[in-house]
């Protein structure tokens, strides 16, 4: 289930929205089509062994985002030219 939420008022300039989707329980792969914007999601990703944190955008063609049943995932979506600086990160573009 995906659970969306706006922030709140003080971070409504940096922040557009929030998700979080709970571990599916089958076993299970699932794509979710990311079209080309302006915006830059911060995805983290937590298991029960590992966790992970993803930067996607800003994205200039459609992709893919590839979710695993056994991870909760937990995104940030930073209004256009808003994303924060972070050293040595680099942006994935999803592959079509």
Request: hydrophobic residues 35%.
């Amino acid at each position: 289930m995906l659970i969306e939420r706006q922030p709140k008022q003080e971070f409504r300039a940096l922040i557009e929205r929030y998700w979080l989707m709970e571990k599916i329980t089958e076993p299970d792969t699932r794509s979710y089509k990311i079209l080309p914007d302006t915006n830059v999601d911060l995805l983290f990703e937590f298991s029960e062994s590992a966790s992970g944190v993803l930067l996607y955008g800003p994205a200039t063609r459609a992709g893919f985002i590839r979710t695993d049943s056994g991870c909760d995932y937990f995104g940030i979506r930073c209004r256009p030219g808003k994303a924060p600086r972070l050293t040595d990160a680099d942006a994935v573009v999803p592959p079509c």
